[in-house]
């Protein structure tokens, strides 16, 4: 039951990161390699904060999301003056500055040893401790992040983002700043991954730098894809299937040392397989098509 | 000191050198961002481990088969993947997802076959470097130096002179033309790929010499194979083995002042810094953000 | 002389002056100056490359020009972004047809309008019944648009599967939606069947009644001749007659430079 309990926690935690990365990739077109460095950030963000403030959980909370969210529109910035493939490159540079940041400033970081003993979160009194109170905790916050992308994504904004998506020369030709719908995006996108980060952090109570690294940030693209890409369920449909469908096998007795392998293996092949015939992957709105 | 640096970064250019070109050889005429060629330079020093350590054959012979069947597999996946996506009119970012597929895919298996831990296909103690200008450095380390620009400038003369090279310099430029014209852009985008995929196995032959192999080496390489091309100039290959030399140099010159472990964070920072000012590199020709 | 005695009561919406463009060695601008007025459709014609969209672009901000002046409504606007151009109010369309081929037709035209709400973030959240407000506006005036140019019937399929002729129509829906005084159209019957061309002619000439000022750029002639004020003959970046349109067609310059 625990067992269960915590895959569905993990769901949780990859559905927040890949509603998040949709409203970059599925909807405003934009291939972010970055992503997982805004989850770590949000992670590291309020392990420190509780390590070394005591805050309260909610406080480290919207500290977090807001801290992300200005990395995520600086990442954003350079969007104007660096166009496609570069710009995902540029991401893939992003996300491993983060990386050596977390890793070897470990005054700061704690570096490879990572930050143990982060705190259980407590709100309004309450502690969550119980695998049953994470899940709650999570599942309000995948509602909320897929609430607010909703949100976005059905707005006059979030028609502007389609636009970019397919072309943003028309989309700049009748007035839009498709400058700073990017930066916005990113923003937000950053932020919601955050909060996935600060739950990961107090679940788990011990962080490290090798749960951010540049293989995760294609992991939740890889949900992202193969759940569907531009709607709003395929990347919560992803998250179910890339979380559970490994931990399936080990039901099948696969030792231990493949069992990680395997994994990868696995999305890795879904990918390749689902861009050969279905890019727009399980329900998706968009297929990446030029 | 400083002559030490400098051989170290030349030596490191070196080896960038030969990542760089591949896969600049390979952007360039195929307008999409293979990310599998990581796991293709790392095959190339993995089949030399097959061969040599494991079934015995002599690191001379064992070598060239590693090179071979680099290349078939870079070939294999443009026949089996990239082509099937093309012919589909694919977007390059549909690619470059298959390609990252491809790459994890492969990467996994020989992370299962030959485990995680760092192999050697080295042999004999290591030993002391020769004093070169002040400097030390191992007899392995001259022959990858020797080989990289041997094999840069090979490529660089069959480009230029040869029938294929100059197809592929034609598809590089303007593929419809070329289609047009009567070039069989598959059979052209087919000897890239091999060409390309062999570079790579050697570069990763090279730099299992020097410093043994693990599954995953290949995507750090690549990156810095990337930020070469990107500094230096897509499209040209004095920009490219530029860019290379002054990566080097700009690590080796951080590694000097601050750690080795800053080794990776300076060269994308250098390459953001690039990307924002001068897209094109140093001897690459104008990159349009969008074309009207 | 003729331009003196036009100019009297109108006035100038755009005036551009001295405009010059090269690219990599190529004059895709020379010393260009012309001036629209309000109410005004001015045909813009002459060879490939002659430089006619060049103009386009540099106007709407989508390519910088090497010197020279361009004025609209008495702003000037070359230093500015094209985002901002065009909400001063000028709208355009593509050689190449650009439209958001996934999105409804209805999506696209209710892209176009200026100053939405809706688009702000702020307002997604805390303003969305002002943002809705808006929605529901523009959805009722798009749909007008919409059945004025005859393709409201489409108006939920996505653009893509209009026919090339119904997707220029369009294009120029969205240009009359985003409220724009100066519509610079880029070839807008070219390559589409006669019943249509009438469709889109009637509609440009429909535009000054609407208080829109017009540039167009067309290949066919025809379409010049029936539809313009004034015509403008381009070749090699530089203006080489002005006037009437018949005047223009039968100027020697012009029918020299269409035999070389």
């Known amino acids: 039951m625990t067992y269960l309990l915590h895959i569905l926690i993990y769901i949780g935690i990859f559905s927040i990161l890949s509603i998040s990365l949709n409203l970059l990739v599925g909807y405003t077109g934009i291939l972010s390699i970055a992503h997982a460095a805004f989850y770590g950030v949000g992670a590291y963000a309020v392990a420190l904060m509780a390590l070394q403030f005591h805050s309260p959980f909610l406080v480290n909370l919207v500290l977090a999301v807001i801290a992300s969210g200005v990395l995520g529109a600086l990442v954003g910035i350079p969007s104007l003056r660096i166009k496609d493939d570069y710009f995902i490159i540029a991401t893939f540079a992003f996300q491993v ?25 407590v709100i309004f009194g309450i502690r969550v401790s119980s695998h049953v109170g994470f899940l709650i905790l999570i599942v309000i916050l995948c509602v909320f992040t897929f609430w607010f992308s909703g949100r976005v994504v059905k707005s006059p904004f979030g028609r502007v983002l389609r636009a970019i998506r397919e072309d943003e020369v028309f989309a700049q030709s009748f007035g839009k700043n498709v400058a700073g719908f990017k930066v916005k995006v990113f923003m937000m996108g950053a932020g919601l991954a955050a909060i996935a980060g600060v739950m990961y952090a107090t679940y788990i109570s011990f962080i490290d730098p090798t749960s951010f690294t540049v293989m995760e940030s294609i992991f939740i693209i890889s949900i992202v894809i193969i759940g569907g890409a531009g709607s709003l369920w395929g990347p919560v449909l992803g998250a179910v299937v890339l979380v559970a469908l490994p931990e399936l096998l080990r039901f099948i007795g696969l030792p231990n040392a493949v069992a990680a392998n395997i994994r ?6 879904l990918l390749v397989a689902f861009m050969l015939w279905r890019p727009r992957g399980f329900v998706g709105k968009y297929g990446f098509n030029k | 000191m400083i002559n030490q640096l400098l051989l170290n970064a030349l030596f490191a250019g070196c080896i960038y050198i030969l990542i760089a070109v591949s896969f600049s050889l390979i ?65 390059p970012m549909v690619l470059l997802l298959a390609s990252l597929g491809l790459y994890i895919v492969l990467q996994n298996t020989i992370s299962m076959v030959f485990g995680d831990d760092t192999k050697s296909i080295r042999s004999g103690v290591v030993k002391e470097g020769l004093l070169v200008f002040g400097a030390r450095i191992t007899p392995i380390q001259i022959v990858i130096i020797c080989t990289s620009i041997v094999l840069v400038v090979l490529v660089a003369l069959w480009l230029k002179k040869s029938k294929m090279g100059k197809a592929m310099r034609a598809v590089a430029n303007d593929a419809e033309l070329a289609e047009i014209s009567g070039i069989d852009s598959h059979n052209v985008i087919l000897w890239t790929f091999a060409i390309g995929s062999g570079l790579a196995g050697v570069a990763g032959i090279l730099v299992a010499l020097d410093v043994d192999m693990t599954p995953t080496m290949g995507m750090n390489v690549l990156m810095m194979g990337v930020v070469a091309v990107i500094i230096g100039g897509v499209g040209s290959i004095p ?25 990776d964070a300076i060269a994308f920072i250098i390459l953001f810094v690039f990307l924002l000012v001068r897209p094109q590199g140093f001897l690459g020709r104008k990159v349009k953000k969008v074309s009207v | 002389m003729w331009e003196s005695m036009d100019l009297i009561n109108r006035h100038m919406v755009l005036q551009v002056q001295n405009l010059n463009k090269n690219f990599d060695g190529i004059t895709a601008l020379d010393n260009f100056s012309c001036t629209v007025d309000e109410g005004e459709i001015l045909g813009l014609f002459g060879p490939n490359g002659a430089g006619k969209s060049t103009l386009f672009n540099v106007i709407t901000g989508f390519i910088s020009c090497d010197s020279g002046k361009a004025i609209f409504r008495g702003k000037t606007l070359l230093k500015r972004s094209s985002d901002k151009i065009s909400l001063m109010g000028i709208s355009r369309t593509f050689q190449d047809l650009r439209l958001i081929r996934q999105m409804t037709v209805l999506e696209n035209v209710m892209l176009a309008f200026h100053h939405q709400p809706g688009e702000r973030l702020r307002n997604v959240f805390l303003r969305k019944r002002t943002s809705d407000r808006h929605e529901e506006k523009n959805r009722e ?62 509609i440009i000439q429909e535009l000054p009644e609407k208080g829109k000022s017009v540039i167009f750029i067309e290949h066919n002639i025809d379409a010049i001749m029936r539809v313009s004020h004034r015509a403008i003959f381009m070749d090699a970046g530089r203006k080489i007659s002005e006037g009437l349109p018949e005047t223009v067609r039968n100027d020697p310059k012009v029918i020299e430079a269409y035999l070389d």
Request: proline share 5%; charged share 10%; aromatic share 10%.
């Open chain 1, 97 to 121: 500055i983060v990386f050596s940041i977390l890793n070897n400033w470990v005054s700061f970081t704690g570096g490879p040893m990572g930050l143990p003993g982060i705190p259980q979160p």
């Open chain 1, 264 to 269: 990868q293996m696995l999305y890795g092949g």
């Open chain 2, 27 to 91: 952007y360039h005429i195929t307008r999409f961002f293979h990310f599998a060629h990581a796991v293709v330079f790392t095959s190339g020093a993995y089949f030399t481990y097959l061969f040599h350590k494991l079934l015995g054959l002599p690191v001379c012979i064992a070598i060239p088969i590693a090179i071979g069947l680099a290349a078939l597999l870079g070939c294999g996946m443009e026949v089996s993947v990239y082509k099937p996506l093309r012919k589909k009119n694919a977007s």
């Open chain 2, 239 to 263: 920009g490219v083995a530029l860019g290379a030399l002054l990566l080097g140099l700009a690590q080796h010159l951080g590694v000097w002042k601050i750690s080795s472990q800053w080794q």
């Open chain 3, 141 to 202: 005036a798009s749909l007008e648009m919409l059945e004025y140019s005859g393709i409201a019937d489409k108006a939920d399929q996505p653009a893509g599967n209009l026919s090339y002729g119904q997707q220029k129509l369009l294009s120029i829906v969205c240009c009359l939606a985003s409220g724009a005084g100066l519509l610079l159209l880029d070839e807008p019957v070219a390559g589409i069947n006669p019943g249509m061309i009438d469709k889109i002619l009637s």
